[in-house]
């Protein structure tokens, strides 16, 4: 390395900016944010490497089995007081098989890296990357990790390039292939589109720049050319006549590019076996000849090359640097709310059951606070009223009795007071209504709730719909069912015909309590999945829970459909029984209007004392046979019956089947979400549940290391 000592270039570099922007590099921030950088691009024939030799004063292998095959970082910093030394890294790329083995291979032994100390550590770093080293052992050509060399000394100028493959047209038969060739140009174009590179563009002198690739690539990128840096290389090949013409470009007369273009001299391959010759006196005496000598030193040389590079670098770092601050922050959040909605870390059986016994307590929590309307302390609560379990559970309750009260009977019975004794028997057995005078018949939908998958091996079969009562026709149906079941009773009736009429006159209570009992279960089954999507964000565990559990639930269901079957078994076919006073009173009523409004009839209304009724009036009624009077005392004890049953009934439902079964009960299906139930679990049933994929490991490292790089890098800026 040539000695400058303290000269103008030192004013041009910023050493503590620069370090910093180096510092990123390496620990591997440039994977994750644009930075600041300088990218030395060309084709492989364009001199690139000669470049990179005279601004570096390293002896690049010219083997062709070495040559440019990764991204190589080359950094010079002066540190004073130090003897000069070289270390050398490798920054693994993003699809790297070993990265844990390049991150930590270092070389530091290299106080003087001559050119075979240098072909030995790249030959070693080949194989370190796995690339190809014979034509035949179908290893890749290419590489995305970068190579990184921190030269420190008290005489080096402060300078980063980064030196990426030359990109080539033609391929060589078990060397190269079309892929590598494509490969090689994408990486070149990645670094090139990095709005922050300064891209150092390296073409011939001796050849038609407007053909060159490079130059389009650079174009294609860089339109206005504010990042571009042209460096003709070979001016000593020009042929005679055409100098002018690389002058003209030289001092930007044709292409616009706002860093300009250098020429540079570097040695020929006579010269590079001359050990004795000076590269940068070959290159003065070069500059002033003819007609090379019209160029201004700003514009012919490597030391004009490096000053303006120091300059270009210093004052695209600066206007990068606050940018680049910003990003990494805002970088480094994004990654951590990412990591954040992983959740835990489920490797191992202790995180896994860690894992669901987080889940199990969120859930539980949900419930607690859905089934004691706590609905303040979770805003998912407003946000989607389905969690309200314990009110949608009453308003259902609600309309569940509403419906036995209408629906629920096949003939409505007759109106309070109104009597048969006061027609003949004639008059009653004519009783029908005509043809206008039936009402038209109204369905009732009994389910409200729209139907879940997965419950259909439950809920299948489950009748949905039930036409209104009729009106009209009790007494002829009682009388025919009386006349199909009378034995030799006297002024009475067989105790088994109120069993039976009452079985066919509660023949809607299943249709009408199977819609009820599926909406509850629906609701029930639909409030699990919804608790817990809050408290597994995660598809997988949840599915994988949900695919465990559904069998046990799918029991409690049927434990709280069977209640309602077992319900339904006592009241319509067992004996008809009460111990309720209830019953007594409204028979009693029914028998007191119906006495009240035939009498009601024959009240004399001019009477000074209100309402009377002769005495002979009240004991001389209406004649009425034995078969009607028994038809309208079963109507009476049925009605009344009825009452008292139908309530006691939707009662023992809602207590039953569905509060004790579904809601509140030991046994409920929201109580096999608990933590006993993951303290069972065995270790294959963990990993199966909760285990994570292959693709979410990754994801997980991948954040963890993106983490940890811009830690790393925030600590470098702040």
Not at 59 to 85: K, M, N, Y
Not at 210 to 239: S, Y
Not at 476 to 491: L, V
């Amino acid at each position: 390395m040539v000695t400058h000592g303290k000269n103008s270039h030192d004013s041009l570099a910023d050493p503590a900016l620069l370090d910093k922007i180096d510092k990123l590099f390496a620990c591997n921030v440039g994977e994750y944010i644009n930075l600041p950088q300088l990218v030395v691009v060309g084709d492989q024939s364009s001199g690139k490497s000669s470049v990179l030799e005279g601004l570096t004063k390293l002896a690049f292998p010219r083997d062709s089995g070495l040559c440019t095959r990764f991204a190589t970082q080359i950094i010079f910093r002066r540190v004073e007081g130090v003897d000069r030394s070289i270390t050398a890294t490798i920054i693994p790329g993003p699809n790297a098989d070993n990265p844990s083995e390049l991150q930590e291979w270092k070389a530091t032994d290299l106080q003087a890296l001559s050119p075979s100390s240098f072909v030995e550590m790249m030959s070693e770093v080949h194989t370190l990357m796995g690339l190809s080293v014979t034509k035949d052992d179908t290893m890749p050509t290419f590489s995305e990790n970068v190579l990184r060399l921190e030269i420190c000394g008290p005489d080096e100028d402060h300078l980063s390039v980064i030196d990426v493959p030359g990109i080539f047209r033609n391929t060589t038969p078990g060397v190269t292939t079309k892929e590598d060739k494509d490969m090689v140009r994408r990486m070149v174009l990645d670094y090139m589109e990095n709005p922050r590179s300064i891209m150092l563009t390296v073409v011939p002198a001796n050849v038609d720049i407007a053909t060159q690739e490079i130059i389009d690539m650079a174009r294609e990128v860089d339109p206005e050319g504010r990042r571009t840096l042209g460096v003709l290389t070979k001016p000593d090949l020009v042929d005679k006549g055409a100098e002018n013409k690389v002058i003209d470009l030289v001092e930007d007369k044709e292409m616009r590019l706002k860093l300009g273009w250098i020429i540079v001299r570097n040695l020929g391959q006579i010269e590079l076996q001359d050990l004795e010759i000076d590269r940068d006196a070959a290159e003065e005496r070069f500059r002033l000849t003819a007609p090379w000598n019209t160029l201004g030193r700003d514009r012919f040389g490597i030391k004009a090359l490096k000053s303006r590079l120091q300059e270009t670098v210093t004052a695209n770092a600066r206007e990068a640097f606050p940018l680049v601050r910003v990003e990494i922050g805002k970088r480094l959040k994004d990654c951590q709310d990412k990591l954040q909605v992983l959740g835990a870390e489920r490797e191992t059986s202790e995180q896994q059951t860690r894992y669901l016994l987080g889940v199990m307590s969120s859930f539980q929590d949900i419930t607690r606070q859905a089934l004691s309307t706590n609905y303040s302390s979770n805003d998912q609560f407003d946000i989607d009223l389905n969690l309200r379990l314990a009110t949608k559970i009453v308003n259902r309750n609600g309309e569940f009795s509403n419906e036995m009260d209408e629906w629920g009977l096949k003939y409505s019975f007759a109106q309070d007071g109104y009597d048969d004794s006061s027609r003949s028997d004639a008059e009653i057995d004519d009783e029908s209504e005509s043809e206008d005078e039936i009402p038209r018949v109204r369905q009732l939908n009994t389910r409200k709730t729209t139907p879940i998958p997965g419950l259909e091996d439950v809920l299948h079969g489950l009748e949905e719909g039930a036409v209104s009562p009729s009106c009209g026709g009790i007494y002829s149906w009682i009388e025919n069912q009386y006349r199909q079941s009378r034995g030799f009773e006297i002024g009475t009736f067989n105790f088994t015909l109120l069993s039976t009429i009452m079985k066919q006159q509660s023949a809607k209570w299943p249709i009408i309590t199977h819609g009820y009992i599926n909406d509850m279960i629906t609701m029930t089954h639909g409030f699990i999945l919804k608790a817990l999507n809050l408290a597994c964000p995660n598809l997988r565990v949840r599915h994988n829970l949900m695919s465990f559990l559904l069998d046990r639930l799918l029991d409690r269901y049927k434990d709280a459909i069977n209640k309602v079957n077992y319900l339904l078994l006592v009241e319509r076919s067992g004996t008809p029984m009460t111990l309720n006073h209830y019953l007594n009173d409204n028979l009693e009523k029914c028998r007191q209007k119906r006495f009240t409004s035939v009498i009601e009839k024959k009240a004399l209304s001019d009477c000074t004392h209100g309402k009377v009724v002769r005495f002979d009036d009240m004991t001389h009624q209406h004649h009425m046979s034995n078969e009607k009077h028994t038809v309208q005392d079963i109507h009476d004890i049925l009605q009344s019956y009825y009452k008292v049953a139908r309530k006691r009934f939707v009662d023992s439902i809602c207590m039953q089947a569905v509060d004790y079964h579904l809601v509140t009960g030991p046994k409920t299906p929201m109580s096999l979400f608990s933590p006993h139930l993951v303290g069972n679990f065995s270790k294959e049933q963990l990993e199966e549940i909760a285990g994570e994929e292959g693709a979410l490991k990754r994801n997980r490292r991948q954040l963890r290391k993106e983490i940890q790089d811009l830690q790393k890098a925030k600590k470098i800026l702040f």
